[in-house]
Nanobody, 116 residues
Framework: QVQLVESGGGLVQPGGSLRLSCALS????????MGWYRQAPGLQRELVAD???????NYSDSVKGRFTISRDKASNTIHLQMNNLKPEDTAVYYCKVVEYGGVEYWGQGTLVTVSS
């Protein structure tokens, strides 16, 4: 199995920045997909950004140019750098990884609130 622990959420003013982290442990060698998702109140969970083993990045149109996903192989951590945050970015953010065979693992979620 794979364990995920997220951190870095909080309250930030519009235009501000936050960095989310997702620390991985367990059967890390079996992971081929890593991503960040978010779910705002009353809405479905949506993909924000993802990265694969080749370090190919993918972003939703709503965050392209403002968010950056990265992975630190040394610390087995996935980061999401969020800049120029907007009120509509307010949501619970979840880290997800997928291992070969299709098993998905989710983090517990971390709340990001963008408000003045």
């Amino acid at each position: 199995q794979v364990q995920l622990v997220e951190s870095g959420g909080g309250l930030v003013q519009p235009g501000g920045s936050l960095r989310l982290s997702c620390a991985l442990s367990g059967r890390i060698f079996s992971i081929y997909f890593m991503g960040w998702y978010r779910q705002a109140p009353g809405l479905q969970r949506e993909l924000v950004a993802d990265i694969n083993l080749a370090s190919t990045e993918n972003y939703s149109d709503s965050v392209k140019g403002r968010f950056t996903i990265s992975r630190d192989k040394a610390s087995n951590t996935i980061h999401l750098q969020m800049n120029n945050l907007k009120p509509e970015d307010t949501a619970v953010y979840y880290c997800k990884v997928v291992e070969y065979g299709g098993v998905e693992y989710w983090g517990q979620g971390t709340l990001v609130t963008v408000s003045s």
